[in-house]
């Protein structure tokens, strides 16, 4: 039998975002331009999230740090999003919280940032991260292809993936409003039965 995954008991134990930017020792900067450099690309998202925030009795928790460079460049879009949808956000600094980042692993690796959504009663309703589905797909291909984290090379190799990651990032905003896309397919599964449904592991 499934019971589903609450944490409630997490709810107040992180920071505001505003609270995590101040407390940024890096890429505050860089942060910020991504923050500011984000734009709506359709009234049909904009609307979307204005419609699916407090009245769905829904609130978020983003497990994340600043050293990580896909947090530099995702963190911003979410914090937009939910901002937009007017959902109760908190920071969960990952390593305050590892007990809460290992449930949500990804390829046993600790990749961040995850965004949590959960309702009024702390029921995990769905997460988002660490990347968006096209760029994760150029890691999730470099895992396949190289299995093995002794081998010689490797780290090399891994380098090299992760600038074609950053890459990809680096061209544009694109990539901001494919998050957009994601997170919206993610609440819209959700918001309008968030009471009832709900992300299940087993006891």
Same mark, same amino acid.
């Given at each position: 039998?499934?019971?589903?995954?609450?944490?409630?008991?997490?709810?107040?134990?992180?920071?505001?975002?505003?609270?995590?930017?101040?407390?940024?020792?890096?890429?505050?900067?860089?942060?910020?331009?991504?923050?500011?450099?984000?734009?709506?690309?359709?009234?049909?998202?904009?609307?979307?999230?204005?419609?699916?925030?407090?009245?769905?009795?829904?609130?978020?928790?983003?497990?994340?740090?600043?050293?990580?460079?896909?947090?530099?460049?995702?963190?911003?879009?979410?914090?937009?999003?939910?901002?937009?949808?007017?959902?109760?956000?908190?920071?969960?600094?990952?390593?305050?919280?590892? $007990?809460?980042?290992? #449930?949500?692993?990804?390829?046993?690796? @600790?990749?961040?940032?995850? =965004? &949590?959504?959960?309702?009024?009663?702390?029921?995990?309703?769905?997460?988002?991260?660490?990347?968006?589905?096209?760029?994760?797909?150029?890691?999730?291909?470099?895992?396949?292809?190289?299995?093995?984290?002794?081998?010689?090379?490797?780290?090399?190799?891994?380098?090299?993936?992760?600038?074609?990651?950053?890459?990809?990032?680096?061209?544009?905003?694109?990539?901001?409003?494919?998050?957009?896309? $994601?997170?919206?397919? #993610?609440?819209?599964?959700?918001?309008? @039965?968030?009471?009832?449904? =709900? &992300?299940?592991?087993?006891?």
């Amino acid at each position: 039998m499934q019971a589903k995954l609450n944490l409630k008991h997490k709810k107040g134990t992180g920071i505001s975002p505003q609270a995590f930017n101040d407390g940024m020792t890096k890429n505050q900067e860089e942060f910020k331009s991504w923050y500011e450099r984000f734009t709506w690309e359709g009234k049909e998202e904009a609307a979307f999230f204005a419609d699916h925030g407090l009245e769905k009795g829904i609130y978020c928790q983003i497990l994340c740090t600043d050293w990580c460079p896909d947090v530099i460049w995702n963190l911003p879009v979410l914090l937009r999003v939910l901002e937009r949808a007017s959902i109760p956000t908190e920071i969960l600094p990952m390593e305050e919280h590892l $007990e809460t980042m290992d #449930l949500f692993l990804i390829n046993g690796g @600790r990749n961040q940032p995850i =965004a &949590i959504f959960l309702n009024a009663d702390g029921d995990v309703l769905g997460r988002w991260g660490a990347r968006p589905q096209y760029i994760q797909a150029v890691m999730d291909e470099f895992r396949r292809q190289n299995p093995d984290r002794e081998a010689p090379g490797y780290q090399e190799k891994v380098s090299m993936a992760r600038k074609e990651i950053a890459k990809i990032y680096n061209a544009g905003t694109e990539y901001q409003n494919v998050v957009v896309q $994601e997170v919206h397919r #993610l609440i819209a599964s959700f918001a309008d @039965r968030s009471e009832n449904h =709900a &992300i299940t592991r087993r006891p």
